[in-house]
């Protein structure tokens, strides 16, 4: 791991500053301002439960590589619970809003709404939300509600059910997924779809797609990206987003697409609104990068701190944790990694090296 902030031979947290606390021994919450060099501020925090996923998806944890003798990781490794609410609650006293639930497939991991009631229990976190691939939520969804979650995104790239099949790696029939959202909207949950465009694969059947869902959830078609090093990324199976509108629309010409102002600064859908008042969310990480104002965060299942999606490296916050560090030291070392932030990598990729060897695997840090 990545131990910039320490000397050879010392723990990472050894000589970082230390903050007041206030006089129960906690860490007193200032004023969060926190910012990196690119003046982004910390906002959201994308945390990882589990490695582990029930599906095989080629863009993300193809079953060449993922196989069934795959060594995914033991309990004993992943942050506990515990572990989790201490690192969300330094994270919200750094200004952090919005919390993520990520895999994976978060739903896997034992004991999940309990993880939920903590985290939307901390002052200060206005968003709680989970990305999951659905499959699990007939079960789930009435005590992730009850826990507090706010809303769920699912994923689905087809409905066709041999391309979905196909895509998934496990021949899953759409329908299954289909069930965990209709589970989700029963429940009272918020429900967003997530579907990944990849060229010659599922790109005529987005109209299909979005016709079905649009009246359920906001629909979010993504542009298929070089995340981790196993996916077989290039830039030919890259549908643009301004193609994905156009597919959408009756005419085939996006036409009837207004753009819709962004709920919020940082927001990495780009929102359009037909003409019968749907929206659509178009995420173009290849064609029209966001990275300008990117304040995501990314805390891996075992309790590393990545600062984008395509990190090569990140740093470790389980040890510090495990081994007596207090919450003023660990923030301390937040604070550096965060104020030292450089990361746009989408919008340095075309002169870079695509498909460059080393990036953290999106199963270890979500989407």
Sequence with gaps: MDNTFNEPGQPLWAGMRRHPLKSNGAARIVDPMLRDQLARPLRDLRISVTDRCNLRCTYCMPADVFGPDYAFLPRSELLSFEEIERLARVFVELGVRKLRITGGEPTLRRGLPALIARLTRLEGVEDVALTTNGLLLPRLAGELKAAGLHRVTVSIDSLDPEIFGRMNGL?????????????????????????????????DGLRELWLALRDKAVVRFIEFMDVGNHNGWNLDSVVPSREVLARLSEGGDGAEFQ???????????????????????????????FCG???????????VLYTCLFAGHGTDLRAPLRTGASDAEVRAVIEGVWASR??????????????????VEMSHIGG
Excluded: F, M, W
């Design 171 to 203: 021949g899953t029939h759409p329908q299954r997924v289909l069930d965990g959202i209709e589970a989700a909207l029963h429940a009272g949950l918020g429900v967003k779809v997530n579907t990944v465009v990849q060229r010659g694969v599922n790109e």
């Design 342 to 359: 450089r990361d746009r990598y989408s919008e340095e990729r075309g002169e870079a090296t695509p498909g460059r060897a080393g990036k």
């Design 259 to 289: 753009p819709a102002n962004a709920n919020y600064r940082g927001e990495v859908a780009a929102r359009h609104v037909g003409a019968q008042g749907h929206e659509v969310g178009l995420i173009s990480s290849v064609s029209a990068p």
């Design 293 to 303: 104002d990117c304040s995501r965060a990314r805390l891996s299942a075992v309790g």
